[in-house]
Antibody, heavy 119, light 107 residues
Framework: EVQLVESGGALVRPGGSLRLSCAAS????????MTWVRQAPGKGLEWVSI???????SYAHSVEGRFTISRDNSKNTLYLQMNSLRPEDTAVYYC?????????????WGQGTLVTVSS | DIQMTQSPSSLSASIGDRVTITCRAS??????LNWYQQKPGTAPKLLIY???NLQSGAPSRFSGSGSGTDFTLTISSLQPEDFATYYC?????????FGQGTKLEIK
């Protein structure tokens, strides 16, 4: 059974850093596109970042240069390193797996982890 | 970046109604368009992928159509469990983007 479990969410001050983890089971992270999506309180979904199976990455303009997506194949875990955090980064962060069909929809999601950026 | 615009932003409907939600892309995304359903406090669920393909386990009352810049999600006969927020998402560009969402409420 495919499962994704996020952790690492916390209250952090503006300018601070945080690393989110997404532990995967039931499949091999390195063989799939993996992504992070966030949702600010009461708002819609915002795509954040993706790591392709070959290791190439892509970021939303709102986080580029501050966030880094990576994976540890030995731990079958996806990460999101978040630096220079801003209040507008406050959100529930979801990790998701992209289906292997050509349009790469996100077919499995974690339960989310809350990041709050506030002084 | 490719902008995705959904209409309407909110919709009131009754059980048994046929409902259509539209999604427009700021440039062509070919068939790289997916639809998700989200209920409060839970993660989104994939409903339709590649514009018109029903995800495994999704009810057959859901259907999708369109290509290029204009897409629709249709629910043929609303059920109580369908009241939720629906999002379209393009995966044509390496910077994926979501629509702003359509909240479907009970009339």
């Amino acid at each position: 059974e495919v499962q994704l479990v996020e952790s690492g969410g916390a209250l952090v001050r503006p300018g601070g850093s945080l690393r989110l983890s997404c532990a995967a089971s039931g499949f091999t992270v390195s063989m799939y596109y993996m992504t992070w999506v966030r949702q600010a309180p009461g708002k819609g979904l915002e795509w954040v970042s993706i790591i392709f199976a070959g290791g190439t990455t892509s970021y939303a303009h709102s986080v580029e240069g501050r966030f880094t997506i990576s994976r540890d194949n030995s731990k079958n875990t996806l990460y999101l390193q978040m630096n220079s955090l801003r209040p507008e980064d406050t959100a529930v962060y979801y990790c998701a797996r992209a289906h292997t069909v050509v349009t790469r929809p996100f077919d499995y999601w974690g339960q989310g982890t809350l990041v709050t950026v506030s002084s | 970046d490719i902008q995705m615009t959904q209409s309407p932003s909110s919709l009131s409907a009754s059980i048994g109604d046929r409902v259509t939600i539209t999604c427009r892309a700021s440039q062509s995304v070919a068939g790289f368009l997916n639809w998700y359903q989200q209920k409060p406090g839970t993660a989104p669920k994939l409903l339709i992928y590649s514009a018109s393909n029903l995800q495994s386990g999704a009810p057959s009352r859901f259907s999708g159509s369109g290509s290029g810049t204009d897409f629709t999600l249709t629910i043929s006969s609303l059920q109580p469990e369908d009241f939720a927020t629906y999002y379209c998402q393009q995966s044509y560009s390496s910077r994926y983007t979501f629509g702003q969402g359509t909240k479907l409420e009970i009339k």
